[in-house]
């Protein structure tokens, strides 16, 4: 039964809410997820494989519920856990160049993710819009909900903004960075029936795919579930689809069964996340672009022959709102691989912007292929007080942004976040008056790396 009254509300149950509830409820908090879909998950069930769980050096930069959430996929048969070997450059020119991804199964995650949030003991609320909060000067109260049930108001002690778009942050006239452009977005889609040991081939002989001379090395091989020997898992370049069309499509692929690709390659321009016109035209417009692009795939590009569309994502944003808090992460900072007295989450994958205009991936990598810390102050809404923000639209820069909204940093973001709020309520204090020390001795005692 839906309470009136938390501890903790957590507003969006994609892979940074679904984090912050357990983590609040863990505490003992009294902690309600919100989420608008029909289940948890967010960008996670999209396809995409956890990335910045690993430096470029080999080093782990995320444990804690990270950890927990791939050994569960792993057991319930929907992972084949982190996968290693794989460098960025086969030029043999950047020092800590090594790749790691960790992929899974999209459909179990659903299930996982829910399920660790039951264990947690906190109440779940899907099919549930955010129409408003609760203010008291510059004290965020509660939410005001919009669903199927009508309209309902929950008050919290702490109300944490794992919205994505930064929608309660907005709500509550948080101060948001200005930006001329947003990086482009994406629908993710499956395809089955998929050779993938051709269309490695097919690279590496410039087959109607592209790249090799730099992406050569991003092509992993692993024993994929239910497989008997390894085959490629990651593969990535350009295809070149079209014999009447010069134009490339910078893809990415992942594969966790065999026959099955998770394929990011299309992208549309100019999508603003949070205006319901513009989210239409970017929906309408990747379906076309993707019908257009399998088309080409089905025709020319070795492996895709026999294939077909088993599943596609709702349209994926990567970037819209940013709250400025009261630390904004610069580019440096990441480069640099900086240390912040009260960093409480490790990044570490390299920057990766998407061509606002629609061209190729840029990567900014990490200066020795190290990893940096993200100051608590990032998570904190300036001016704002039982408010926290957590995810890709936490208060950084747009080229830091490139590296913060990664799954498997977002997901230890959320544990360090869900742990804030419930020790300030448990406290009696406010996030921002929380010792950062009691913090990160508590995140370290979970086996987070702060």
Known sequence: M??????????????????????AGRQGARTLLIEKNSHLGGTSTMGIPLLGVFDGNGQQAAKGIVEEFVQRMMQENGAIGHVHGAKWSNKGHMEGDSFTLTPFDSEICKYVMQEMVLEAHVDILLHTYIAGVVKEGNVVKGL????????????????????????????????????????????????????????????????????????????V??????????????????FLPWDDD???????????????????????????????????????????????????????????EHAYVSRTSPLGIRE???????????????????????????GAYPSDIHDPRGGRTQFLFIEGGGNYGIPYRCFLPKGLEGLMVVGRAISATQKANGTI?????????????GTAAALAVKSGLTPRTLPVKQLQAELSRQGAIV
């Open 2 to 23: 839906i309470q009136t009254q938390y501890d903790v509300i957590v507003a969006g149950a994609g892979t940074a809410g679904f984090a912050a509830a357990i983590a």
């Open 144 to 219: 005001e909900l919009l669903n199927k049930s009508g309209k309902q108001t929950i008050l919290a002690s702490v109300v944490i903004d794992a919205t994505g778009d930064a929608d309660i942050c907005d709500f509550a006239g948080a101060q948001m960075l200005e930006k001329p452009h947003v990086q482009n977005s994406s629908i993710l889609f499956v395809m089955t029936g998929v050779d993938t040991e051709r269309l490695a081939k097919a690279l590496e002989e410039g087959d109607h795919v592209g790249g090799w001379g730099w992406w050569h090395s991003r092509i």
């Open 221 to 238: 091989t692993a024993r994929k579930i239910d497989a008997a020997k390894e085959t490629h898992v990651h593969i990535a370049g350009h």
């Open 246 to 304: 010069p134009s490339e499509v910078t893809f990415t692929s992942v594969s966790v069964r065999e026959g099955e690709v998770y394929l990011n390659a299309t992208r549309t321009v100019n999508i603003d996340a949070t205006d319901a016109e513009s989210l239409t035209k970017g929906e309408i417009a990747e379906r076309r672009n993707i019908k257009r692009l399998v088309d080409g795939l089905q025709k020319h590009v070795p492996g895709f």
């Open 320 to 346: 819209s709102r940013t709250v400025v808090g009261d630390y904004l992460l610069e580019s440096d900072d990441v480069l640099l691989h900086r240390e912040f007295a009260d960093s409480v989450v490790r």
């Open 405 to 417: 909204r990664l799954q498997g940093t977002v997901m230890a973001q959320g544990q360090a976040v």
